[in-house]
């Protein structure tokens, strides 16, 4: 199968099938570089952790890596010692057939979570991902990840170092449990860049800052929440370090990536018929203005009020009082897209107008709090029906 997004030299990618939650669909993916390559990652931040992020997290201090194998239908979560066997298990059997080291290979799991993990469909099935190694492309490898996701998310950026071509590719997995506060299910970031650990560890932490852990579908965190990035240096550009001229050129095309993955999980939004973008600005300062838009748009009246076309900004005031940010009533202003539904904490009469403008599939609400300069901007979508159904169903 042909693919129209660009590769990062050096990796590969192969699929399968292990009819783990059920048969008829690729669920079992490897990605493999070439060479090896510079890792970094971050992980869920709940207290109940899946035995890949377990295992990933002890390996990811080595900051090397060769090897991801990724397998949907089936968290591996709260499934005791003998999930963290099978999830050993499942690297061991990667690396013993790739040549590499054990400790060079990393797994992540996405799917139901109690279940242990089928292992008599899962060994043999791993086999036939390395006999497969490149035969697939990173659209088919986005594709086996998903679970309650819609369609595959797949971004792609080049730039230019010194003269050399460099790509970031990344690919995700996310439509519900989506507020991470970390990153988001689960996400592959892959780059032929030649850069330091230090470099690629910033880069990282402050790339997911402003993507990841700014957007909310549901306020449920999953227990798997994995992001990972692989850099092999196949690029051959001079050697990224913090300060070096280019690092910021990296650090800004790493937050495109994650950026557009984030807008691509919010569309997806499990039942979402809409996509919002809220904004808090002139905040005391950056957190505050970020408390204060997440706390919108975690509210289930806010999300409703957005599915039924309801312009109610009062809501949006309430959460504001409640959200324990600093602020004068009477000096808010707010908009709906781009329209003034309330100037100094009051009415501007313009509701009925405001609720033709709801009915946009993309929503945009300010919040002028007019009390200082920080800003921030989260990713949410409306409440539907269809999110009870498809979360009362999912395990079925």
């Known amino acids: 199968m ?3 997004t660009r590769i990062p030299e050096g990796f590969l990618f ?3 099938e292990a009819a783990i939650k059920k048969p008829g669909r690729k669920d079992l993916a490897l990605i493999y570089s070439a060479e090896e390559a510079v890792m970094s990652g971050m992980f869920t931040t709940s207290t109940v952790k899946a035995a890949p992020v377990k295992l990933d997290m002890k390996r990811i201090k080595t900051g090397k890596g060769q090897a991801i194998i990724v397998n949907s239908g089936n968290a591996n979560a709260c499934t005791g010692s003998q999930g963290m066997k099978d999830a050993d298990e499942m690297t061991a059997l990667a690396a013993d057939m790739l040549s590499i080291s054990k400790s060079r290979v990393y ?3 996405t799917g139901v979570i109690g279940a242990p993990m089928p292992m008599d469909r899962v060994r043999g099935s791993i086999v036939d991902l390395i006999d497969g190694l490149a035969r697939n492309t990173v659209d088919d490898a986005a594709a086996a990840i998903m679970t309650t996701d819609t369609f595959p998310k797949v971004v792609s950026k080049k730039m230019t170092v010194e003269g050399k071509a460099v790509t970031i590719t990344g690919f995700c997995k996310g439509a519900g449990m989506i507020q991470p506060n970390m990153a988001t299910m689960l996400c592959f970031i ?4 030649n850069i330091a650990k230090p470099a690629l560890d910033a880069a990282l932490k402050s790339a997911v800052k402003r993507s990841f852990n700014r957007i909310t579908i549901d306020g ?3 227990t798997n929440d994995t992001v990972l990035v692989m850099a092999n240096g196949m690029a051959e550009n001079r050697l990224i370090k913090k300060s070096s001229d280019d690092f910021e050129k990296f650090a800004k095309a790493l937050d495109s990536v994650c950026y557009d993955l984030c807008r691509m999980i919010v569309k997806d939004g499990e039942g979402a018929t809409k996509f ?4 808090v600005k002139n905040a005391r300062n950056e957190a505050e203005a970020e408390k204060a838009a997440m706390a919108i748009a975690n509210s289930l009246l806010v999300k409703t009020a957005l599915y039924g076309n309801d312009a109610n900004w009062g809501r949006l005031m309430a959460v504001l009082g409640y959200s324990k940010v600093a602020l004068k009533e009477d000096k808010v202003d707010i908009f709906l897209n781009g329209l003034k539904v309330a100037s100094k904490g009051s009415a501007t009469g313009k509701d009925k ?4 403008k709801l009915k946009s599939n993309e929503i945009k609400i300010v919040i002028d709090l007019h009390i200082g300069k920080g800003s921030a901007k989260v990713l949410t979508c409306d409440l539907t029906e269809d999110y009870v159904k498809i979360n ?3 395990r079925t």
Not at 190 to 193: H, N, W
Not at 276 to 279: A, C, L, N, P, T
Request: charged share 30%; proline share 0%.
């Open 2 to 4: 042909k693919t129209t």
């Open 14 to 16: 192969s699929v399968t």
């Open 107 to 109: 797994v992540c799991s």
């Open 190 to 193: 892959l780059t032929d860049a």
């Open 220 to 222: 449920d965190m999953s």
């Open 276 to 279: 919002v973008e809220i904004e």
């Open 353 to 356: 107008e405001a609720n033709e």
């Open 392 to 394: 009362a169903e999912y």
